[in-house]
């Protein structure tokens, strides 16, 4: 049961919210000034503190202010008689969760949903504080690693989207983790114990795009053998996530839009009307307002889509989570390559620090696997570090000239890697991050050959 401290000299006010938190199932405990209330959060260390502004020994910011000091994950929220914007900014700035305005009549429901997000936003940040060197190995799949300010303001948006069935958007570079953003909004609020159903809208033609959304009927075209299913219909009540929304054909966005209006929608060839329940989750690497703008995305689905927007931001705008990030891959990588490496020099994390990381944390993530791959001992040196721009200058013979293709560049790379893992096949294609039947094309492609 999570502990909640409400903190108000108004005695009437106080009574009437302690006893409304405790009918709601939570711990409650009141105190009737600033003192008494910080007293409280020494002796209980709550999972919450709603507290006025003012009152007669302590200012409600000064209240907030030593919260935060005792312990930076409780969470605080903060209520006041006035709407004032001074102190709104204030209290934002020093770690309130949020600040509401005691009206006549106080809006309960607001306030039941903001205690139920701060609450789920303090859970992931207790499971971020747990990421230590010494843990790693216990960590869950689906959990965003990082402490910088930026992320943890990902976390709060998180924890807002997964308390409803809102429609959210993610919008960011490739390699920022947009799917795993969904899983962690699906996997940490209402839809948690149903399915999570991701379609890539890259990855087929129209056609087969919208057989695999809504589902066919048997004979409806040529290879429909048999009814089938379609992702909406298999999410049920849970998350459809929509990968690369941007790649939709517009006549599909026509569909998609209007199954958000209607919320129901046909199986290709059907006549039936099916409820959709699903919550949508869609990303793109792209910029759909500017897509918009081109006429290339309709801007009604635009507006259906980003109902609440989530914006990833590169992994150059968080450095300090950097290594943080690299001792979670290595952990994760020496599993999956049973390794054991687990030293990294000073040089070499600042070299990592250092660089720009156009692909974002997957391409960390890669370089990190190639590392290990190619260290000798449980150690990874400077030399094993494959950055980007290091590929390019060394090349077959040290040197590469400018009026080299792109198609070389691959070929280079992938013979190098090859050797480099004794034409390991499996191991291979996981450091480049593409299929077997990708490899294999490419071995035929290029002609390349295992020297023995």
Known sequence: MEKIIVIDDNKTFLETISTYLSELGYETTPADCGKKGLELVKKINP???????????????????????????????????????????????????????????LDLNRLKISISRSLENRKMSKRLESVTTDNLKELENNIIIGKSSIIREIYKKIGQASASRVTVLIQGESGTGKELIAKVVHSSGITKNLPFIPLNCTAMPETLLESELFGHVKGSFTDAIKDKRGKFELA???????????????????????????????????????????????????????????????????????????????????????????????????????????????EVMMMLKMHDWKGNVRELENTLMQAIVLSKGDVIEKENILLRQNEVQRGDEGKI????????????HIKSILEKTNWDIKTTCDILGISKATIYRKIETYNLKQHK
């Open 47 to 105: 999972d919450l503190v709603i507290c006025d502004i003012t009152m007669p020994d302590i200012n409600g910011l000064e209240v907030l202010k030593y919260i935060k000091e005792i312990d930076e994950l409780i969470q605080v929220i903060m209520m006041t008689a006035v709407d004032d914007m001074n102190s709104t900014i204030i209290a934002t700035q020093n770690g309130a969760y949020d600040y509401l305005v005691k009206a006549d009549d």
């Open 236 to 346: 049920g009540e849970g998350t459809i996530f929509l990968d690369e929304i941007s790649e939709m054909s517009i006549n599909l966005q026509a569909k998609l839009l209007r199954v958000l209006q209607e919320h129901e929608f046909e199986k290709v060839g059907g006549e039936t009307l099916i409820p959709m329940k699903a919550r949508v989750i869609s990303a793109t690497n792209c910029d759909l307002q500017k897509l918009v703008e081109k006429g290339k995305f309709r801007e009604d689905l635009f507006y259906r889509l980003s109902v609440f927007s989530i914006t990833p931001p590169p992994l150059r705008d968080r450095r300090e989570d950097i290594e943080l990030l690299v001792k979670h891959f290595i952990e994760k990588i020496n599993v999956t390559l049973h390794k054991t490496v687990r030293k990294i020099p000073d």
């Open 401 to 412: 000239g400018s009026n080299v293709t792109i198609e070389e560049l691959e070929r280079m």
